[in-house]
């Protein structure tokens, strides 16, 4: 790389991290409380695929240890938000699904940062957004070594 585009590149993650770190800051200030980002997070998944999924496939979803997502897990369990059950067929398998509590609180939270999603792209304009979206989707697929979409 040249100079360029090291300047380049440290300014893009640069943004990134802010946005990142000021992103999570303001959601979590209008998420329900005792919700946390990687709570709504797992149900919202949970709510939009209508499916079980095992702690690990979650943890492989969102890009963190099994440990992690099992603290998650739990936490989301002792809401009463998932339901865990044994696999039937692999006694050391567990599998995770949301409970109607956990819809609920998840649509809360949803009903809780929708204003304040919605003005962000307000304020950017709808087609900067869609013009940021495939530039942001490449780059999270180069770096978790996943294939483009």
Same mark, same amino acid.
């Given at each position: ?7 380049? +590149?440290? !300014? ?7 946005? =990142?770190? $000021? ?14 980002? !990687?709570?709504?997070?797992? $149900?919202?998944? $949970?709510?939009?695929?209508? !499916?079980? *999924? ?20 739990? *936490?989301?369990?002792? /809401? ?24 609920? /609180? ?5 009903? +809780? ?14 087609? +900067? ?11 999270? =697929? ?8």
């Amino acid at each position: 790389m040249d100079d360029t585009t090291d300047t380049l +590149a440290v !300014s893009l993650f640069g943004e990134i991290l802010t946005v =990142d770190q $000021l992103a999570r800051n303001q959601l979590s200030k209008v998420l329900p409380k005792g919700m946390e980002i !990687s709570h709504f997070s797992v $149900l919202n998944h $949970l709510a939009r695929t209508k !499916s079980e *999924k095992t702690p690990a496939q979650l943890a492989q979803l969102f890009h963190v240890t099994r440990g992690a997502m099992t603290n998650t897990v739990t *936490k989301l369990e002792w /809401a009463g938000y998932v339901h865990v059950r044994p696999d039937w067929d692999d006694a050391r398998r567990k599998w995770v699904s949301i409970s109607p509590a956990g819809t609920r /609180a998840r649509d809360v939270a949803y009903q +809780a940062i929708s204003p304040m999603l919605r003005g962000l792209v307000e304020d950017l304009g709808p087609d +900067a957004v869609k013009e940021a979206l495939p530039l942001l989707r490449a780059l999270r =697929d180069r770096m978790s070594g996943e294939p483009e979409t």
